[in-house]
């Protein structure tokens, strides 16, 4: 599925590329390199398409090369979708106690993980930043 979902984004990223940009001004490895780090993120990959075309224009170039595409090293890309519902709840509400984050992630998934699991993804959250 990751390699369908690389392949939508390349190609959206490239009908947007060609509505916004002359047509020489970047390289199919631009655009890769940007689906690739996006991870089927559409809003992360325009914006760094943006940055990309920014940083070039800033330096005077007429063409985005592979060097002006910034790094994303954004910890959301890498959690998975209980970890992202917990993450959300946090966001909104704060801090709570485990027993009410565990209380309204089971009311905002379809298939809840265990108690353990939940802490689980607690300790990893706090060991990469995220929570």
């Not at 170039?61 to 519902?85: F, H, R």
Request: charged share 30%; hydrophobic share 40%; net charge positive.
């Amino acid at each position: 599925m990751a390699v369908y979902i690389d392949c939508a984004l390349y190609q959206t990223t490239n009908s947007i590329l060609r509505e916004a940009l002359k047509e020489w001004s970047y390289t199919d490895a631009v655009i890769r390199k940007i689906a690739e780090q996006a991870k089927g993120n559409m809003a992360l990959a325009i914006n760094t398409l943006r940055t990309a075309a920014l940083r070039a224009e800033g330096q005077n170039k007429t063409k985005i090369e592979e060097e002006d595409v910034p790094v994303n090293n954004c910890p959301m890309l890498e959690l998975n979708q209980d970890e992202a519902v917990l993450l959300k709840i946090l966001k909104e509400r704060r801090s709570l106690p485990n027993g009410k984050l565990y209380a309204l992630y089971k009311e905002k998934v379809r298939t809840p993980k265990s108690k353990r699991v939940f802490r689980n993804y607690m300790h990893l959250g706090e060991e990469r930043k995220v929570l």
